[in-house]
Each structure stands twice: as C-alpha cells, then as structure tokens.
C-alpha cells in the first residue's frame, strides 16, 4: 500500500498513513491527534520531482 499525507481539518494535524483507496473511501483515516475523521488526504508523494534544469548558455536575442 502506498503511503498517503493527510492533513487534518480540525487541528491542522499532517501525518502520513499507509491508506488504501478502500480505507480512504471508508473514511478509516483519522487523525492520531484528535481522533478526527475530517482529514483530507493530500498530493501524492510520488509527484514528478525534476531538478532544476541547468541551462547554460546566454547566445540569444541579438543586440542591434
Ligand atoms: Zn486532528
């Protein structure tokens, strides 16, 4: 199961939860803080995570 952020709406609480799309839909996941169920899971951690490109090279826009 993947891991899941979740942000509590009621205290604010972010905590991660292994969650799967069965335990999300029935609302198994609470907050370990508040006991709340009003949490909302958050962007995946599996965003894609590009590096800066490096771009190098200052040849453009011809002056004159
Ligand atoms: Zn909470």
């Not at 006991?35 to 200052?58: H, P």
Request: hydrophobic share 20%; glycine share 10%.
């Amino acid at each position: 199961m993947p891991v899941y952020e979740f942000r509590c709406n009621r205290c604010g609480h972010e905590f991660e939860e292994l969650a799967s799309w069965r335990d999300l839909e029935d609302g198994k996941v609470q907050c370990p803080q508040c006991g709340s169920k009003e949490v909302r899971r958050k962007l995946s951690l599996f965003a894609t995570r590009y590096g800066k490109s490096q771009s190098s090279g200052s040849s453009c826009g011809p002056t004159g």
